[in-house]
């Protein structure tokens, strides 16, 4: 019989190495490069701590030159078997961002994804069709501008300049309307920009829209809704708590 070395090679150890690599430091999606420097690293590791000395006394392979290339192939066949397992079960996906159509295109094979010439990434299946949702939402969300109501602006406008040295930029400004106009907007920049006197702004003006019940500031993070709750002089909390999470110890599971 040959190949009995590697009979046990390919155990739950090994595939749990595998299906830990992309989840590594909370990633959903990994170069396909840097993925497979990962795999070949975690190959590499299991082949020095293997032993594959004992099942060689029954191999038929045992003292020839088949023996190496048999190993050879049957290792560099185990991480292109196990994607096609993962892609087959919607466990994993290949993709590349497409800029021409700007949306993500997911690879129905291994084999189409190796021969493309595009930045393949890996990706967890669920977090991808989770994402795409999410942003095909946004993006209907955005279909239709809201209209502005001036008068409350200029409000908003007077009362973010209350003790400050300086005003909008009318770059700022576009901002602002930006934001009123649209549902979901994200809003970058430096230290500086006026970030936080166009946020002062934008709650203001819902405020005067709206009660001061129905108005909500939340951050990613307990210590930026300080700030946000400073800046703004609201109530603001983080997401977690806004949406009702609620941790359990016992499972390390959160739950809305």
């Given amino acids: 019989m040959e190949g009995l070395c590697l009979e046990n090679f390919v155990n739950d150890t090994l595939l749990r190495s595998f299906q830990g690599v992309l989840g590594k430091n909370g990633h959903t999606f990994m170069r396909l490069q840097d993925w497979k420097n990962e795999m070949s690293f975690i190959l590499r590791r299991a082949l020095e701590q293997c032993d594959f000395s004992m099942p060689c006394i029954f191999c038929e392979f045992k003292d020839k030159k088949e023996c190496g290339e048999f190993k050879k192939n049957f290792i560099q066949s ?47 299946y669920s977090a991808v069709r989770a994402e795409a949702d999410i942003a095909h939402r946004i993006l209907n969300w955005n279909l239709h501008e809201r209209k502005i109501d001036e008068d409350l602006l200029g409000r908003a406008l007077k009362w973010s300049q209350i003790n400050e040295d300086f005003q909008l930029s009318p770059d700022q400004e576009e901002v602002v309307r930006r934001v009123l106009k649209q549902r979901f907007v994200v809003v970058d920049g430096g230290p500086g920009t006026g ?46 708590r806004l949406l009702g999470a609620d941790y359990d110890e016992e499972t390390e599971e959160t739950t809305f």
């Avoid at 809704?225 to 800046?231: G, M, N, P, T, Y």
């Fill in 78 to 124: 185990i991480v292109p078997a196990w994607i096609e397992q993962q892609m087959e079960q919607k466990l994993l996906a290949l993709c590349y961002w497409d800029k021409e159509k700007s949306r993500l295109h997911l690879f129905k094979t291994l084999d189409r994804a190796v021969k493309s010439k595009e930045d393949v990434w890996v990706a967890d």
């Fill in 195 to 240: 970030k936080t006197t166009i946020l002062r702004v934008i709650y203001q003006y819902y405020v005067n829209q709206f009660r001061d019940d129905d108005v909500f500031c939340a951050a990613p993070t307990g210590k930026a809704a300080k700030r946000l709750s400073e800046v703004t002089h609201s109530g603001a909390q983080t997401l977690h």
